[in-house]
């Protein structure tokens, strides 16, 4: 590689960027402060909530001065990072994207994650978007604006959420990689909505102390960013150790296409990429059945009939705001979904209990070693104003988005979004899933399988 301009060195996924850094063809002090132009021109997209830029520049030139040494301190050293605005930052206010948190004490403290990711190296830039209290797949905000899909530039459509300011600011040049949290699907969906890769790890995997809540049982933290080997070297950082997972080999694999609920309603540009992406993958050696698979049916049939773990938790959490004055400067259609966790019965919340204690084991022996794949959403990024406009739209809607990656989240599955080939304007996520604890092995079929769709 020859020396590059700063601006060109910002537009690298992360893996290049780092190793620009070591080639010595790249200088982090420069890049950062391409990424915090862009951030200042940017200033009033609805994607930053806060800015950090004196400690994003002392971080660069750390991140140089290691270099310079022979001693970087990972894979992502001086790698520019943006994290959703649920994560603690020493300093910065944590507003978990509400007007009931905008004027909260400073946090004391890094929360581990991002301690274990600025260990690595990595630049905070600052805090993006979400969803208020991360409760929506769609990423709708009335207190700070919503940052808009870049993919459309006549009509604004929705980003995705919890994640939006994470997914739209990877997708348009403002950070190289974001962090986010996945719950139901809130790094999923913003990663399909926006055209890049989104991890959702196994419940555990990183630590979430410093994070605001949404459901403490189904909150993960992962990262959004432009290929799955970012992913894979960005998770390796936040658990605070070595990247392990290495590429594997399409040909062989056993990737089983889910028919159960995954494929109903699914809009017509979907369906065409995500059976043009199976092709693809069945061209290069990939073994590729179809069949219902009972778990996922059990998951939508508990959760049409006894509502979600999600609501409870966050009834919990959020009760004394929900029930006191702090609610009338809350979104309405996020106090209605938390709403339903306080008239869940005791009975309907034991069942689902007692379900996501069998069956992740029940579709771990069910996949026997294969992939569950499926479309990450059933439908393209939709018009942000017919949701603005009528809530039972946006409830139905919102419901839609996160059936599929939800269903994992109950599972307790980690997932890898990436985009599939498309024809259509707008981006089609492609989801590669295992069952709970098999992340290496997801990560290494995901670098597998987005080499095939990217055509490399």
Request: hydrophobic share 45%; with cysteine.
């Amino acid at each position: 590689m020859t020396e590059l301009s700063p601006e060109r060195a910002a537009d690298l996924a992360a893996a290049p960027l780092a190793r620009a850094y070591l080639a010595g063809d790249a200088d982090p002090v420069a890049v950062t402060e391409v990424f915090l132009e862009r951030i200042a021109a940017a200033e009033g997209s609805a994607v930053y909530l806060a800015v950090t830029a004196d400690r994003a520049r002392r971080e660069a030139a750390a991140a140089k001065a290691r270099y310079a040494a022979g001693t970087p301190a990972s894979p992502i050293d001086g790698v520019p990072v943006a994290w959703k605005d649920l994560f603690d930052i020493k300093g910065v206010v944590t507003t978990g994207g509400s007007a009931v948190f905008r004027h909260a004490a400073p946090a004391e403290a890094d929360a581990p994650a991002v301690a274990r990711l600025t260990a690595a190296g990595a630049v905070a830039l600052g805090k993006v978007n979400l969803t208020e209290f991360a409760y929506s797949g769609l990423g709708l905000n009335p207190h700070y604006g919503t940052p808009v899909n870049p993919h459309d530039p006549e009509t604004p459509r929705a980003p995705g959420g919890s994640s939006s300011g994470s997914a739209v600011a990877v997708a348009t040049g403002l950070a190289t990689v974001a962090i986010g949290s996945d719950t139901g699907g809130s790094i999923r969906v913003p990663a399909a909505f926006n055209g890049i890769v989104g991890l959702k790890v196994s419940e555990g995997r990183v630590p979430t102390e410093g994070v605001i809540p949404l459901s403490p049982s189904l909150d993960t933290v992962g990262p959004l960013a432009r290929t799955v080997e970012d992913c894979v070297l960005v998770d390796a950082a936040l658990r605070g150790a070595m990247p392990t997972a290495r590429r594997g080999d399409v040909k062989g694999m056993e990737l089983v296409v889910c028919e159960s609920v995954m494929l109903d309603g699914c809009e017509d540009a979907v369906v065409a990429a995500f059976d043009g992406a199976l092709t693809r993958l069945e061209r290069a050696g990939a073994k590729i059945t179809r069949r219902t698979i009972p778990e996922v049916e059990e998951v939508a049939r508990l959760t049409a009939e006894c509502g979600t773990i999600v609501s409870v938790e966050a009834y919990d959490y959020h009760r004394e705001r929900i029930e006191g004055p702090e609610v009338e400067e809350m979104d309405g259609r996020v106090v209605a979904r938390i709403l339903r966790g306080k008239a869940m019965t005791g009975l309907e919340h034991l069942t689902l209990t007692r379900a996501r204690a069998a069956l992740p084991g029940a579709i771990a022996k069910r996949l026997d070693g294969a992939f569950m794949v499926c479309p990450s959403v059933a439908h393209v990024a939709p018009e942000i104003a017919p949701l603005d406009a009528d809530w039972e739209l946006f409830n139905a809607v919102n419901m839609k988005t996160l059936r599929n990656t939800s269903i994992g989240n109950f599972l307790n599955m980690p997932g890898v979004s990436l985009p599939a080939a498309t024809t259509s304007p707008m981006p089609v996520g492609f989801l590669l899933a295992g069952p709970g604890g098999s992340d290496e092995q997801v990560m290494s079929a995901a670098l597998a399988v987005e080499r095939i769709l990217r055509g490399d």
